[in-house]
Every structure is written in structure tokens, then in C-alpha cells.
């Protein structure tokens, strides 16, 4: 009797070690599944986030384009970690730090200027993390420092703003130049690509060019100041953004002078004030550069992602308007 109860207590606790470690096997089976799940997108899946840090939100262009960002990680289902520089490098320098502390799985940057986020990049290679420069470029190499560089071709904006310049003034012109941000590679090719298509017409002559940082106050201000310097001598007025145009037109018109006509204005960026500029005869053409980045950039980040071979540059085309279609395009401006 006791050999028989000795058997049922060993049954019993065999069975109850054996029922233990089938439980133990499908828990880990379960976790094993979760885990695959997850790193494979599947249900459960971790939302990639991705880091866009913006050189300041204090114009329609910059407003248009990180809503565009914002838009486009919502739509795709990604979580977006925003920015805004406020127009100061070292504060950029530290977003971008932060983004890469916080381990985001990418970075979209838009550079406030050329130089001064060699670190920063550096930070991020370190971390694996890829950045893609939007907009604007910084110093590095694509394909090394960052993926690539996503943005318009802003010397052939200039260039195509100044064939406009030659062309309509017959080559002769007394120039003001308002440029962007100094330092940035946006004002700097749009200054080059201006002057090479003028240089060889010795009739266009700068009589001024000044940073007025692509604000239509900063425009507006210097602009008072140069025409104060140089008065009627001023037939042309070549600005790196519309904003600054804008502020410029103001100005002109305070000083009694008339944009449009006896001066001509030529701009890049083709906002919608712009262009309504444009049909009320104040100012002559704007080279468009379009501000939403959003498609493209994740197109760009989602081709890395299944490996395909990324540009150095890739290259948004532009449109040109002038009175001859700046009405059809108000609608769809920004």
C-alpha cells in the first residue's frame, strides 16, 4: 500500500515537472515570435523614428516644408522627432546631438550653413545613424559624412534668374543684391550662378550686395539703407528669396520709386505672395524652388533602407514664373 502511494506521489510530481517545462517552452516560443515580429514590421513592430531638424520656422518656405515632413512620416507611419534651430548654428550642432543621444533611426537635416556641423555628422556616423541634408548643403562627403544631399540646383537658379536680368534689361542695369544667409551654400550658389550669367555683360553693373539673412523685414531695412546710397541709379533688384523681394518692394515703393517697372525685381523660391506680386505688376519673375521635401525624402530613406545604391545629389526640378503663368499656379503655391 505505501510502494502504491509512493508511486501516485511520483507520478504526480512527474507529471506536474513535465507540465512546468511544457509551459516554460511555449512561453519562450511566444516571445521568440514577438521578437521576429518586431524586427521584421510585423504586428507589435517598433515605429521608426526619425529625426527632422529644421534651421528655423519663420517664413512660408520654411513653414511649407517641414509640414511637409510632418505630413509624409504621418502618412507612412512614421514617428518624426522636429526641431527648429531658430537660426542658430550651435543650437542646430545640439538638436542634432540630442537626436543622435535619443538613437533615432535617421536624420533629415536642413543645414542653416555650410560650415559648423562637421560634429555633429561625425556624432551621428559614430552612432550609425544615416542623415540625409535637406534643402541646403554642409561640409562632408556624400556617400561618408551623410547619405545624400535632396534639394534644387541653386546655381542654376541663379544662373536662370540672371539670363532673365541680361535678357529683359537689354545687358545694361544697375544691380542691388539682397543675399541670404551669409555663409549658407543656398546664398552662395545663388550669388554664383547670378554673376556668371552677367559677367559677360560689362553693362550690369553691382552697385551693392548685402545680406539680408531671407527676411522680408531684414530685406526691407537694408534696402532702405541702399537706396538711400544709390538712389535712382538702381534699375534691378535681385534677391536669393522671395521674403527679402517682398520687404524690397516695400522699401522701393516707400522711397516713391516704382518695383516692376522702373525696377525690376527678380527672386527665387516661387511662394504664393510671390507670385500674386507678380500678377499685380510688382515684381518681374521668381525662379521656383519648391519646398515640399517630404515625398522624395522618404523615398530616399526607404530605398537605403532595402539597400539600393543612393545618388551623391539628387536634384528637384524647378519651375520659372512670370507674368505669363504666375496666376495659373497661385492656387497650388504655398
Not at 535619443?102 to 561625425?122: C, N, Q, S, T, Y
Not at 562632408?140 to 540646383?153: A, E, L
Not at 553693362?203 to 537706396?227: H, Y
Not at 515703393?253 to 522702373?262: F, L, R, S, T, V
Request: charged share 25%.
Amino acid at each position: 500500500m505505501k510502494t502504491m502511494k509512493l508511486l501516485i506521489s511520483k507520478s504526480f510530481v512527474g507529471a506536474i515537472v513535465l507540465l512546468s517545462i511544457v509551459l516554460i517552452l511555449v512561453g519562450c516560443e511566444r516571445k521568440s515570435a514577438g521578437t521576429s515580429a518586431s524586427a521584421e514590421g510585423g504586428s507589435g513592430s517598433r515605429k521608426k523614428v526619425v529625426g527632422f531638424s529644421q534651421m528655423e520656422n519663420n517664413g512660408p518656405w520654411r513653414i511649407a516644408e517641414t509640414k511637409s515632413m510632418s505630413d509624409e512620416a504621418a502618412k507612412r507611419g512614421y514617428e518624426l522627432v522636429a526641431t527648429d534651430a531658430q537660426t542658430q548654428t550651435s543650437k542646430q550642432f545640439s538638436d542634432v546631438e540630442d537626436m543622435v543621444a535619443r538613437k533615432v533611426d535617421a536624420i533629415f537635416l536642413a543645414p542653416r550653413e555650410f560650415e559648423g556641423l562637421a560634429g555633429a555628422l561625425a556624432a551621428a556616423k559614430q552612432a550609425k545613424i544615416p542623415v540625409f541634408l535637406i534643402d541646403r548643403e554642409a561640409a562632408g562627403t556624400p556617400g561618408q559624412d551623410y547619405v545624400t544631399f535632396i534639394g534644387s540646383n541653386f546655381i542654376e537658379e541663379g544662373q536662370r534668374a540672371g539670363e532673365w536680368t541680361v535678357k529683359n534689361t537689354n545687358g545694361k542695369a544697375g544691380i542691388i543684391i539682397l543675399e541670404g544667409t551669409a555663409g549658407s551654400s543656398v546664398a552662395l550658389d545663388r550669388n554664383k550662378g547670378f554673376l556668371d550669367a552677367i559677367k559677360s555683360s560689362p553693362g550690369m553693373k553691382i552697385l551693392a550686395s548685402q545680406p539680408a539673412d531671407f527676411t522680408r523685414a531684414s530685406g526691407q531695412k537694408v534696402m532702405e539703407n541702399l537706396i538711400q546710397a544709390h538712389g535712382k541709379n538702381i534699375t534691378v533688384v535681385y534677391t536669393h528669396n522671395d521674403e527679402m523681394a517682398l520687404g524690397a518692394i516695400q522699401a522701393l515703393k516707400a522711397a516713391g520709386m516704382n518695383p516692376g517697372k522702373d525696377v525690376k525685381v527678380v527672386s527665387v523660391d516661387g511662394q504664393k505672395s510671390a507670385l500674386e506680386a507678380i500678377v499685380a505688376g510688382d515684381m518681374n519673375v521668381t525662379v521656383e524652388c519648391n519646398p515640399r521635401f517630404g515625398p522624395i525624402a522618404f523615398d530616399t530613406y526607404e530605398k537605403y533602407l532595402r539597400g539600393e545604391k543612393i545618388p551623391q545629389k539628387i536634384i528637384v526640378p524647378d519651375k520659372f514664373f512670370d507674368s505669363s503663368n504666375a496666376a495659373k499656379f497661385i492656387d497650388k503655391s504655398y
